[in-house]
């Protein structure tokens, strides 16, 4: 199928105005917020309407074109990279908050609603929407659901999954599907459970209906400095022992704050080792109970310094560092490259000083910055795409790093999506049988296998050819290094 | 080899034959919830003799174990280091397995508050029917790797193979709790309920029946008083308060004891139902049980249920009604015990969602030996 034989079929059945065709159009849509993969598609179609969803992909599905769906484009894991012969559906346009309704505490959302703007509009009521992705400005609800987005909240409110009550949208078929609705537990199997996070593969969400909650009359943060970082993750593990749940608990280590300082003045303790930011709210007699709790946690844990923020100012200039470290990281590195996975909290020492030795072997600085209390990690590897060798060692760094995770229990992507950039680390968290079952799935939404294909899940084929070059001869890379 | 691990070469053998000679085999646990879904057939494969907690770390808020464990022993080493199931399962009359919780995926009173099991479920290890062990999920809080097969199982009634192993999040107990009981109508109840759960309060359970509403408050001690003064209601003592929670979550309250027991899903917003018979309404308003022709009932008199008339095609007219009540709330309706409607136990799914059951169905049990028909006739 050439361009135009696409295109002319498209405009059959939606408005000429919505289809992009020329290459200046298609450019700023040939990577998201993976940049270091770029394809440029071959059309790509802005949809207004769930009715001209459908068109587009009735056609897609007879004429057998791939169709990417793409939010705001802000994922970190390529899951909206074009395909070269698809169609690339951006929902941008459909942004309409359709319905808040404060009593029953939902909302009803387009898929191309900002993840912020639902918080902003359900403000007036005292009431937010929990998931807070470090994106939240710029990413969209229905990117949200096909990553299963998290943030810095979801140790205390959850992941996207825990708050979404209910979604429509469109097989490639152009079959209407509702998944859950405002009634709790919805006979059947569990398939809203199972298209959230499921990266695009499985259906295009054309609404969705989020659980809104009432917000906190108050939270206050407290800042814990640690002279070295095993220290700090013996905390994290201490709080939750301790039977607290703090509503985020986060960590950077010195790097990291030694990067965002000059960028925000957030009032890092720049001589520590590693700091952590952990918050309370709720009533203004719990946040005082809770926070005089965590400190006194702290303390034991080994905390050289703590400061609570003593105003609303003062929290959210902590937390602006904790933030700002993506764009940090752009601000003293050339490039950078996020990893994000999770490992059970105990791990959090033995895998800082794995990634220590790890800088020293790829020659490339790593700044990390954690969700502690999920146990995800997100290691910034630092490197200059210009410098010849340098993308492709962050490249092996980080699969490493992920490798590392599987083995101390952990998963390769807590919140970041498999996409195209873990599409191989998949092979080591997965067997041949479980990756089947996942194609069954996918089979089972997707017959053709035209909805975002290449994504998340790798076939047999692939994992056989990395297994190959990967494990040279039964062996891992660095046989004689330690493994935890 | 332990004896976990024969018990496990033995299951999947059971699993093979069956696989290979087309038997279907009815999975169980404990059996405290045969009677819930659809009444199957099948060659009975005791999941029991595989048991046992695997792993439990309070600090990593994980614990796993083999899916004959019983309930009684989880929570039992959970109440050990203060922590506990936060989506409260029912265990009815007896100790139902682990693996029965998970496959059926109930939850109790703090569900609305604290989330359903299935927002507890972080791993599933599933024994499918090419008698291979999949790994689905893990431990750890936070994991997008792959389709979330893991919650998939949750509430699957074993239509689509063995949850032999699962790994749950639990939570901290709370460090205090106070019910309070209100005197008020269903619909003052409802919105009551409505109002409260909009405003920052350490609300985990509100339900009412019979004239009398009771709330459920947990958190921070300072939290949990704040909160009674300024809801006011009689505060109840905390063993006759357990008792009432404990009542719903394990249906031992008299409610349940009738012959015909319909369970509606719902908006928690919808206002009383126009159905015949005093609800006991939980989950804040999101859940309306009515009983029809029942035993004796402590709480509600005979005349008041509004079953007098009694007969097998009253209750049949009653489910009918039921269920188009609660579809026009934008809610279901599940005859929980007693005679179903021709239709079916569950409440009917949309086409397109059906099919979608068949095709996952086929893809995970080609032959259809696991459960056929517990969840959907013919499925």
Known sequence: MTQNEVATALRHVVPAEIILSRDEELHPYECDGLSV????????????????????????????????????????????????????????RLNKIVEIDPVARIARLQPGVRNLKVSEAAAPHGLFYAPDPSSQIACSIGGNVAENSGGVHCLKYGLTVHNVLGIRGLTIDGELIELGGRAPDHPGLDLLSL???????????????????????LARVVMASFADVRKAGDAVASIIAAGIIPAGLEMMDRKATAAVEPFVQAGYDLSAEAILLAESDGTPEEVADQIAEIESVLQAAGATAMVVSSSEAERLRFWSGRKNAFPAAGRVSPDYYCMDGTIPRKNLGPMLEAIEDMEERYSLRCMNVFHAGDGNLHPLILFDAN????????????????????????????????????????CVQFSDAERAMFFGVKAAFDATGLLNPGKAIPTLARCAEYGKMHVHAGQLAHPDLPRF | MDSSSSVLRELRERVTAAHNERRTLRLRGSGTKDFYGEAIEGELLDLRPYRGIVDYEPSELVITARCGTPLSEIEAA??????????????????????????????????????AARDFVLGVTLLDARA??????????????????????????????????????????????????????????????????????????????NGLAWVRLSGAASAVRAAHERLGGERIDATPATHWWNALRHHTHPIFANNTVWRLSVPDTTPPM????????????????????????????????????????????????????????????????????????????QPGVTALHRRLKQHFDPHGIFNPGRMIPGL
């Open chain 1, 387 to 426: 410098t010849p060798g340098e993308w492709e060692r962050a490249d092996k760094f980080g699969a490493e790093i992920l490798e590392l995770c599987v083995r101390l229990g952990g998963t390769i992507t807590g919140e970041h999506g498999v996409g195209i950039e873990k599409i191989n680390s998949m």
């Open chain 2, 274 to 349: 126009d159905l015949p018979g005093h609800p006991l309404i939980d989950w804040g308003g999101a859940l309306r049980w009515y009983a029809y022709g029942g035993t004796a009932d402590a709480l509600i008199a005979r005349d008041e249920v509004g079953y007098s008339s009694g007969g097998e095609t009253y209750h049949e007219l009653e489910g009918v009604r039921a269920r188009e009540l609660a579809t026009a709330a934008g809610g279901t309706a599940l005859c929980w015990h007693g005679r179903a409607l021709e239709t079916g136990r569950f409440h009917p799914l």
């Open chain 1, 195 to 217: 298209v959230i996070g499921s990266e695009g593969l499985l259906m295009v969400v054309t609404e969705v209906t989020v659980k809104l909650i009432p917000r906190p009359q």
């Open chain 1, 37 to 92: 993969f770029r394809q440029k598609p071959m059309l790509v179609v802005l949809p207004r309407t769930e009715d001209e969803v459908r068109q587009v992909l009735i056609t897609c599905r007879r004429l057998e074109v791939p169709v990417v769906a793409r939010g705001a484009g802000t994922g970190l894991s390529g899951g909206a990279t074009p395909h070269k012969s698809g169609v690339l559906l951006s929902m941008a």
């Open chain 2, 78 to 115: 959970l109440k050990h280091r203060g922590q506990f199931l936060a989506f409260e399962p029912p265990a009815f009359k007896g100790d139902p397995t682990i693996g029965g919780v998970i496959a059926a995926g109930l939850s109790g009173p703090r569900r609305m508050y604290a989330g």
């Open chain 2, 132 to 209: 291979e062990i999949l790994r689905f999920g893990g431990q750890v809080m936070k994991n997008v790797a792959g389709f979330d097969v893991s919650r998939l199982l949750c509430g699957s009634l074993g239509i689509l193979g063995v949850i032999t192993e699962v790994s749950l999040k639990v939570l901290p107990q709370p460090r205090a709790e106070q019910t309070l009981r209100f005197e008020m109508s269903a619909q003052q109840a409802l919105e009551a309920f409505n109002r409260w759960s909009g405003q920052p309060l350490p609300l985990s359970g509100a339900a009412w029946c």
